[in-house]
């Protein structure tokens, strides 16, 4: 336990409030987790798998209601409306805490309070945090300590300061109306009721380490960014750091445990994965922008992932892993989901738990099945993720789907113009695929969902930082895997072969590769893009160049929705922005 407090008083606050009948403190130890584990299981909250096969794997199923984030009942509770910005939902601080200890009230009468101090980030590291999450759900406390570096030892790291973060969570009764994920970053605080789907219940991840952890960035000079972070290390063995931020479905997880094509590795090219989701980067004493990985484990997404698209991720899940929401083989009491492999399933039970096998006519497993899964499983998994100093950032990527508009890659001209880059960025959604309106949903930074205050002044932290850095600023690059043909085919292969993008671009940030100077930015030259080996996938100098392609005419018109789209920010929004945007229309003429 602890000496702290902050964190004792606090304690006594949720408990007379919640009125639990037990509280276990996680003090982190395999002996602690084990007897949880097996609770878990008597209770029937997890069901351990096939031993052999999936040493130390358990499977969850959660509620029929309870299977995603729920970005309509996510608030930001600034005290100012104008701080939370017009793309977060708002309510007043008073307001939403009156109405959650009325939730809260008794909730864990019959239930036992798990008290779980952890650490986002490496234990000393001056770019870590400390939370408490306070939650009902043992489920949480399993995930949890496979996400984030939970127990006695973050709180010795925290001692007597006052600096950590206040999760409250409840399952309550998983009532979908009554759900709330909710954000207080003028009090470092969250209070998550009604839900037992990790990305509203992991209170470490997305709740901390990117909307609470955007606004202590803001106010203490440092980042909080929805990028995975990569190494990659070059014959020579000098190893290039990179973030990158993509909107969800576009790869990042992929991207992040890349498996260089077979020329790439017997020339000794080797990717080395820092992070997936998060990544806090902080300016270090040298005037370099280094980053962490704040977690220590993949919450992934399941279906797809299989040993083409992704062994890195699909090797990582073959031990002491959580999975959720997939297929229950009963007949080897393994795993299955959509993407997998193309073995069949007789004798299963489907994500809602229903008798499944492989001709029924519903997909078995929930699209957005996880598996949560240490990052000591990856075999790609850097020597560098545990470093208290993180790794130096030489350059940082967005990218998106678009079909015609955004060519392969293309760098920014500076800092100032990258921001605007980040800020436009896009993917393009079918109605009928995701639920949305057809069309390009705008995703800043890939942030959207995730920033925790006014993406204007978000992005006016992005300038600051950017002049804070100055000539150390990383190189910012934009990528697009997905340009289709007239047929709607993807025209560039992507997975492993994205390394020969990034390659150019440590070429680049190394000062080696040339470019040509577009409306939009600095692109390779064809020929810079090396496509050895991909003849038989019809990638030849014409495709490239066909990839390369920047049509004005599509570029004008995305102009006018950037256009609609800055319109939402008003004043706040950076003048710098509004320049680079009229810049980009004179340069389209
Ligand atoms: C995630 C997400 O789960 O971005 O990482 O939704
Ligand atoms: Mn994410």
């Known amino acids: ?264 590795k017997k020339a000794g090219y080797k990717v080395w994965c820092v992070g997936d989701d998060i990544a806090w980067l902080r300016q270090g004493d040298d005037g370099r922008l280094w980053a962490i990985n704040p977690e220590t484990g993949f919450f992934g997404v399941a279906p797809g992932t299989n040993m083409k698209s992704n062994p890195n991720a699909l090797i990582s899940t073959q031990k002491n892993t959580i999975f959720a929401n997939v297929v229950h083989n009963l007949d080897d009491n393994t795993v299955w989901w959509e993407g997998l492999n193309k073995e069949r399933v007789s004798n299963g039970l489907d994500w809602k738990g229903n008798p499944w096998n492989s001709d029924s006519p519903e997909k078995g497993a929930h699209t957005n099945g996880r598996f949560t899964s240490h990052v000591s499983n990856c075999p790609c998994i850097s020597p560098e993720y545990d470093n208290p100093a993180g790794v130096p950032i030489s350059a940082i990527v967005f990218g998106g789907r678009r079909a015609k508009t955004a060519p392969l890659v293309y760098q920014a001209f500076d800092w100032e113009h990258g921001v605007f880059v980040g800020s436009i960025m896009g993917s393009e959604t079918t109605s009928a695929a995701i639920g949305l309106a057809a069309g390009v949903r705008r995703d800043p930074m890939a942030m959207l969902p995730f920033c925790g205050y006014n993406m204007a002044d978000y992005w006016r932290h992005w300038l600051d930082m950017g002049k804070k850095l100055g000539k150390n600023a990383p190189k910012i690059f934009n990528v697009n895997w997905f340009r289709s043909n007239e047929d709607g085919n993807f025209i560039w292969p992507g997975y492993g072969d994205n390394l020969r993008v990034l390659d150019w671009i440590v070429e680049r940030v190394n000062g080696k590769a040339g470019a040509v100077e577009t409306a939009i930015g600095y692109e390779p030259k064809p020929e810079d893009i090396n496509i050895e080996g991909l003849e038989e996938d019809g990638i030849t100098l014409e495709r490239v160049t066909e990839l390369l392609q920047v049509d004005k005419a599509l570029w004008k018109e995305d102009v006018n929705g950037i256009k609609q789209f800055y319109t939402k920010f008003g004043d706040r929004l950076p003048e710098e922005l509004r320049e680079q945007l009229s810049d980009l229309e004179k340069r389209l003429v």
């Not at 009156?98 to 770019?127: A, D, E, Q």
């Not at 994920?181 to 037992?196: K, L, Q, R, V």
Request: aromatic fraction near 8%; hydrophobic fraction near 35%.
């Open 1 to 264: 336990m602890t000496a702290n407090k902050n964190v004792l008083n606090w304690i006594e606050e949720v408990k007379s409030l919640t009125n639990p009948d037990k509280i276990v403190w996680i003090d982190g130890s395999e002996a602690q987790i084990e007897k949880l584990r097996e609770e878990a299981v008597d209770e029937g909250v997890i069901k351990p798998l096939n031993q052999e096969k999936l040493p130390g794997c358990y499977i969850h199923r959660t509620a029929l209601n309870d299977v995603a984030r729920v970005e309509h009942r996510t608030f930001i509770c600034s005290k100012k409306e104008e701080d939370a910005g017009p793309t977060n939902n708002w309510c007043a601080p008073d307001e939403m805490y009156g109405k959650l200890r009325k939730l809260f009230n008794g909730v864990m009468k019959g239930r036992t309070m798990y008290v779980i101090p952890f650490c986002m980030g490496p234990i000393g590291s001056k770019l870590s945090k400390v939370g408490v999450e306070v939650t009902d759900s043992v489920y949480v406390v399993l995930n949890m300590v496979i996400m984030a570096r939970c127990g006695d030892e973050a709180l010795e790291f925290l001692g007597d300061s006052d600096d950590w973060v206040r999760g409250l969570h409840s399952t309550g009764e998983l009532d979908d109306e009554n759900r709330y994920i909710t954000h207080f970053p003028e009090d470092n605080a969250i209070w998550s009721i009604n839900s037992g789907y990790g990305g509203n219940v992991l209170l470490g991840k997305k709740c901390f380490a990117l909307r609470i952890a955007s606004c202590q960035g803001r106010k203490e000079g440092w980042m909080a960014e929805h990028m995975l972070i990569l190494g990659i290390e070059k014959p020579d063995g000098k190893t290039t750091y990179i973030a990158a931020a993509f909107p969800s479905q576009c790869g990042k997880t992929n991207l992040a445990m890349l498996i260089p094509p077979e020329s790439y």
